[in-house]
C-alpha cells in the first residue's frame, strides 16, 4: 500500500480518532492544535485553535458536529467541527488526559491527572444539546486509582465505566453511584503502566496496551482475560479492527536500549496480531519514532497511526489484506 | 464518491517578461480602459489560468500566471498525479462535509499544499518469519547427547559454539553467531575431554603435545592461565572494534587476544568483549584503572571474565 504522510504537526502525536461516518480523522497532537483531515486523501481540512498546552485527547460526536478536546493547559474544550469554533470551556486542576462521549453523546467521561495535591480522577460532565446552555458541573467525580488514569471509556449501555492507569490495574465503576465494581487480576493483568485502551465495535471486549510490551484483551462484563499479545517494544497505543480479527500494537523503545539496537530510518512498526490466535500477522513499517496514536476506520479498510515524528501515516489497504491466512 | 488523491511532483517557477519596466506601477494604477492608447504595455495583465486534464496516465498539469515577490511574471506549472487510492461511499452527510470551508490553520490551502502527499516507497504488511526455522533448532541438542552416550567414538568438539558430540568447528551451523560467554569456560573442560578421546582412539594421530608424558601440562596450562587472565569489557559504544580494545588495554601488560562481540546483521558491537592477558597481575591492574572508565562516551565496565576472581 502507499501511505498517505501528513505533516500538519510539529510535535510528537498524542491520540487520532476517526469519526462514526468515517470520513474524518482528528488528530491531536503535543503541539497545542488539534486538526482535522479527510480520511479518504489525507487533505487537512482545518484546525482547532485555543488551547494553550499539549492536547493528549478528542472524540467527536456521532454526528460529527461536536469535537471534545482534554489539554495539558487544565482545560477540555468543546468545539465545533465544522467551523472550527470553541462552544465551551471545561476548567480543571490539572490536565486532563482521556475524553470520551457517551452512547447519544449527552454525557462526556473526562480524567484528569495527578497534581501538587489533587489526586487523579474521573469526571462526568453533561454535555447540553445546546451550547449556550452548557454548565460547568459535574454529574459525577471518581477518586481512587493512584498514579495518572490514562484511559477511561463508556462501558455498555453507559452503565459503566472503564479506567486504566499508571497503577497497572483496570476498574471498572457503576456510572451512577460511582462504586467500584471490579478490579482485573493483579497476577494476571498488567505488570506496568496501561498506555492505552480500546473497545470492540460491539462493546463485548477491550483491548489494553501497557508498557510491559503486552496487550491485553478482556470481556467487558466480567473482566476476564480473554487474550494476551506480546511484543519486544512497550505499547504505547492499541486498535481493533472492526472489520476482521485483527489486533494492531504501536510501540516505541525503551530509553535504555538506545545505544545496543541499529537505527535503520522508518523502522518503528504497527503490529498486527490475529486476535484469536494471538500470533503476530506482520508489521507495517514506516515511522521514524515510536508510536504514540492509532485508530481504524469504522469501515475496517484502512487505518492510520501517528508518531513521536509528528507524522500521521494514513494507510487504505491491499486487496490481499483481507485474504491473509495464518 | 471516489476519493482521489493528488499530489505533485514538480512545479515549475519560470519568470516570464524580465524586462517590464514598471511593473508595480502598473499594478498599483486604476485600469480604465477608455484610456488605453495603443502601445500601452498591457503586461500587468495575467494570461488566464490553464488546466491540461488528466490525461491516459492521470497526469493533470495547471499553468498558472502570477507575479512574484519581486514583482516580476512568473509561470507556474504543477504537474500532478491523480492515483485512485481508495474507493470510499459516502453517505449523504460525508458529502456535504467533502465541501465544508477550511478553517483554523487551513484557511489559505490549496490542493497543492505540501502537508499531505503520498510515500514514495510501498510499504507492505511484513509477514513474520516463517515457522518452519524453529522446528530445527530442537531437534539438534538431542542428537548431540545421543553420540556422547556412545563412548568410545572421538569427541567432536566444535569451537564456535561450544557444543560437543555434535559437530566440528568448520560445520557449526551457528556459524554466523557469536561464541557464546561459556566458551571461555567450557575450554580448560573441552581440552581435557579431547585429551581423553584422542588417548582412547588407537592409530589416531597425537601430536606431541598431546602425547602421553609429553610437556602437556605447561601447553595446555599456559592455555588455560590465559583464560583464567580473561578480562570481560562491557558498555562498550557500537563502534568499538577488537584493535581499540587492544590499544586500550595495552598499556597494562602483554595481552593475548582481544575479542569483540559483533551483530552480524548490522556490523556493529554488541557492546562487549573480552582481552586475555598473559599475566594475572596486569590484568588486575587493567581491571582497577578502566572499571568505570569513559570511553568513547560511554563508562566502560570492567571485571574478570569468570565470577571466581581469586
Given at each position: 500500500m502507499r501511505p498517505i504522510l501528513m505533516k500538519g504537526h510539529e510535535r510528537p502525536l498524542t491520540f487520532l480518532k476517526y469519526n462514526r461516518d468515517g470520513d474524518l480523522l482528528f488528530s491531536c497532537a503535543k503541539d497545542h492544535t488539534p486538526t482535522v483531515w479527510f480520511?479518504?486523501?489525507?487533505e487537512r481540512l482545518g484546525t482547532y485553535r485555543g488551547h494553550n498546552g499539549a492536547v493528549w485527547t478528542c472524540d467527536v460526536s456521532r454526528d460529527s458536529t461536536r469535537l471534545i478536546t482534554g489539554s495539558a493547559d487544565q482545560t477540555v474544550k468543546l468545539w465545533n467541527v465544522q467551523k472550527g469554533t470553541q462552544l465551551y470551556t471545561f476548567n480543571f486542576g490539572s490536565p486532563a488526559r482521556s475524553v470520551e462521549f457517551a452512547i447519544g453523546d449527552k454525557l462526556a467521561v473526562i480524567t484528569t491527572d495527578p497534581f501538587m495535591e489533587l489526586t487523579s480522577a474521573i469526571h462526568v460532565k453533561r454535555i447540553a444539546g445546546d451550547p449556550t446552555e452548557q454548565t460547568e458541573e459535574s454529574v459525577l467525580v471518581i477518586k481512587g486509582p493512584q498514579g495518572r488514569i490514562n484511559r477511561a471509556v463508556w462501558g455498555p449501555l453507559n452503565r459503566t465505566i472503564i479506567s486504566a492507569g499508571e497503577d497497572a490495574v483496570i476498574r471498572i465503576w457503576d456510572s451512577e453511584t460511582g462504586k467500584l465494581l471490579k478490579e482485573s487480576d493483579k497476577e494476571s493483568?498488567?505488570?506496568?503502566?496501561?498506555t492505552s485502551l480500546t473497545k470492540a465495535a460491539d462493546g463485548s471486549h477491550f483491548l489494553s496496551g501497557s508498557l510491559d510490551k503486552s496487550a491485553k484483551l478482556w470481556d467487558t462484563r466480567t473482566l476476564t482475560l480473554i487474550k494476551t499479545y506480546g511484543t519486544e517494544r512497550p505499547v504505547n497505543a492499541v486498535a481493533m479492527s472492526p472489520l476482521l480479527d485483527h489486533v494492531v500494537l504501536g510501540g516505541g523503545q525503551d530509553a535504555s536500549a538506545v545505544t545496543t539496537t541499529d537505527h535503520r530510518a522508518g523502522k518503528f512498526e504497527a503490529k498486527f496480531y490475529d486476535k484469536i490466535l494471538q500470533e503476530e500477522i506482520g508489521g507495517v513499517k514506516g515511522h521514524f519514532g515510536p508510536i504514540n496514536a492509532l485508530a481504524f476506520n469504522p469501515d475496517g479498510k484502512s487505518f492510520s497511526s501517528g508518531g513521536e515524528d509528528g507524522y500521521v501515516r494514513l494507510h487504505h489497504f491491499d486487496p490481499d489484506y483481507f485474504n491473509i491466512k495464518i | 464518491m471516489y476519493g482521489v488523491v493528488h499530489f505533485t511532483t514538480g512545479s515549475l517557477n519560470m519568470p516570464i517578461d524580465?524586462?517590464?519596466?514598471n511593473p508595480n506601477q502598473s499594478k498599483a494604477s486604476k485600469f480604465r480602459w477608455g484610456e488605453l492608447e495603443e502601445d500601452d504595455n498591457l503586461d500587468f495583465l495575467l494570461p488566464p489560468k490553464e488546466v491540461i486534464g488528466t490525461d491516459e496516465n492521470g497526469i493533470k498539469k495547471v499553468i498558472e500566471y502570477k507575479f512574484n515577490d519581486e514583482g516580476n511574471k512568473v509561470k507556474i506549472t504543477t504537474t500532478t498525479r491523480v492515483r485512485k487510492l481508495a474507493k470510499a461511499r459516502l453517505n449523504r452527510r460525508a458529502v456535504e462535509r467533502r465541501n465544508w470551508e477550511k478553517f483554523g490553520d487551513a484557511v489559505h490551502e490549496d490542493v497543492g499544499s505540501h502537508l499531505t502527499m503520498v510515500s514514495t516507497e510501498e510499504i507492505i504488511l511484513e509477514r513474520p518469519r516463517a515457522p518452519g526455522m524453529k522446528a530445527e533448532e530442537i531437534k539438534v541438542p538431542g542428537d548431540s547427547l545421543a553420540q556422547l552416550s556412545k563412548g568410545g567414538a572421538v569427541l567432536m568438539v566444535c569451537r564456535t559454539c561450544g557444543k560437543k558430540g555434535d559437530h566440528w568447528t568448520s560445520k557449526c551451523p551457528y556459524k554466523d553467531l557469536a561464541a557464546p560467554v561459556e566458551t571461555f569456560v567450557d575450554k580448560p573442560v573441552a581440552s581435557e575431554a579431547s585429551v581423553a578421546a584422542s588417548g582412547s582412539g588407537k592409530g589416531a594421530y597425537v601430536p606431541p603435545s598431546m602425547r602421553?608424558?609429553?610437556e602437556r601440562t605447561a601447553g595446555s596450562d599456559m592455555r588455560r592461565r590465559n583464560d583464567e587472565n580473561s578480562v570481560r569489557v562491557t558498555n562498550l559504544s557500537e563502534d568499538t572494534r577488537e584493535p581499540d580494545l587492544l590499544e586500550l588495554f595495552r598499556p597494562f601488560g602483554a595481552v593475548t587476544r582481544v575479542y569483540v562481540a559483533m551483530d552480524q546483521k548490522t556490523g556493529t558491537s554488541r557492546g562487549f568483549g573480552f582481552v586475555n592477558f598473559v599475566n594475572r597481575e596486569d590484568a588486575q591492574r587493567a581491571i582497577n584503572k578502566l572499571n568505570g572508565y569513559g570511553y568513547d562516551n560511554l563508562i566502560l565496565r570492567v571485571e574478570w571474565a569468570t565470577p571466581r576472581a581469586n
Open positions: 480520511a479518504d486523501n489525507g493483568g498488567h505488570k506496568k503502566t496501561i | 524580465k524586462s517590464d519596466p602421553a608424558g609429553a
